[in-house]
């Protein structure tokens, strides 16, 4: 942050990074997120002109709306913000690509989009807000809800519950965390390693519909998760040109160095997680899950990732910032591609 705490290194106040006023339902889990985001991002220093928010359908796909006026947006189909967003970073891969998305939007009609993104890697923040109903639709049950939850109504969901975190973890994702809606600190501080992480980020968050799924009895309601989270460490990030000042040194800690130089800090509240051993971590989600608990903090972080983009080998200047000209072969050019061809 530059000389004064309220003006960010391109000037901007808080205020330059609000959207429209929310119309969701008040106490909305979702209405939450917003606000932490809107601050992590003022205060990771990113240019809001330079933002690219995608989003697919419903409660939490809409959210885009009510933060960062001055972005790129894009509110897209039900479960297709993975390949919109995937469309806009490969074209202006100097964009910052923010995606928010639900759990219905992402554990099912867009699973496929998930799981790709993943696999290859595209530098982005990947934000589910999962509130383990189709809030939008009136709160059916979305693939997230565990097994044996009930929503309002007094259905109980009799499936197994699709976990983000383990999928994500498996298909190799270099920044696989979960938080809470109502974990403003923790969140804060998720945010904002993740907003300096190189590939894809994934970000899964407990954001509780008060209106279609708050009732005794959900596991995704605001009591069943204050009651059962249970977290993995404090986090701390210090900056590149700030003095480590945060107060780790006692206990077990783990230091990561992010690609930007600063210095992520994470001291453990649980006993033996290696935030480096995909293994651990996805044995570690499966136990806390068959038990109840709600496990939060950052899982796994991998650095030494390539991203598509590496693998791409795409120009410096971004592909939608090329005269047409240097997008297509010449004619001589495409005339020995052709011939190739035959
Ligand atoms: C192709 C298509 N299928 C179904 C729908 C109906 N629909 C709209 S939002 C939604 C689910 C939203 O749930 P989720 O992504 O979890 O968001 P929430 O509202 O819970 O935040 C569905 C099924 C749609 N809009 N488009
Ligand atoms: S219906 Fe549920 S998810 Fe949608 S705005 Fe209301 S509380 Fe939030
Ligand atoms: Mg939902």
Redesign the pocket.
Known sequence: MSESKNVNAFGLTKKDYLGAKTTLCTGCG?NSITAVLTNALFLSQINPYKVAKVS???????TPAYFLNSSHSFNS???RMAPVATGAKITNKDLYTLGI??????????IGGFIHLIRRNLPMLYVI?????????KG?F?A?ADKGSKIKSGDKSPFETIDLCSMALDLGCGFVARSFSGDNKQLTQILLAAMKHKGTAVIDII?P?VTYANNEGSTKSFTYVKEHLSPLHQIGLVEPSEDIKVDYNEGETTQVKMPDGSTLTLKKIKKGHDVFNREETIKTLIETRDSGQILTGIFYINENQKNVLDHLNLSDTPLAHLPTDQMQPDPKHLTEILKGFK
């Open positions: 979702h697919g359908i419903g409660c939490s796909s809409k189909m039900h479960g998305s639900g759990d219905g939007d992402t554990a099912s009609i867009g807000e999962n509130n383990g109903v189709y809030g939008l639709t059916q979305s997230t954001s519909c």
